[in-house]
């Protein structure tokens, strides 16, 4: 049995349901932000319509992937 997703990711779901993006085409959209401050990444997401809840959990998971965390 697969362990429930936990911490950001569990709101992945709900971001490619309510946005209509798949998360891949997000990070796609923060790839040319790689070397701005998280708050500014998570700002680029919102002025694209995201939540910031959303928004927020979208850049952390994206920066720990990033550097390998």
């Given at each position: 049995m697969t362990e429930p997703v936990k911490g950001p990711r569990s709101?992945?779901?709900a971001i490619e349901a309510k946005y209509g993006?798949?998360?891949?085409e997000w990070i796609a959209e923060l790839r040319p932000l790689a070397g701005e401050k998280h708050m500014e990444q998570v700002a680029h997401l919102k002025e694209l319509g995201m939540g910031h809840g959303h928004?927020?959990?979208l850049v952390h998971v994206f920066?720990?992937?990033r550097d390998g965390a």
């Amino acid at each position: 049995m697969t362990e429930p997703v936990k911490g950001p990711r569990s709101y992945f779901p709900a971001i490619e349901a309510k946005y209509g993006r798949t998360i891949d085409e997000w990070i796609a959209e923060l790839r040319p932000l790689a070397g701005e401050k998280h708050m500014e990444q998570v700002a680029h997401l919102k002025e694209l319509g995201m939540g910031h809840g959303h928004a927020n959990a979208l850049v952390h998971v994206f920066r720990s992937e990033r550097d390998g965390a």
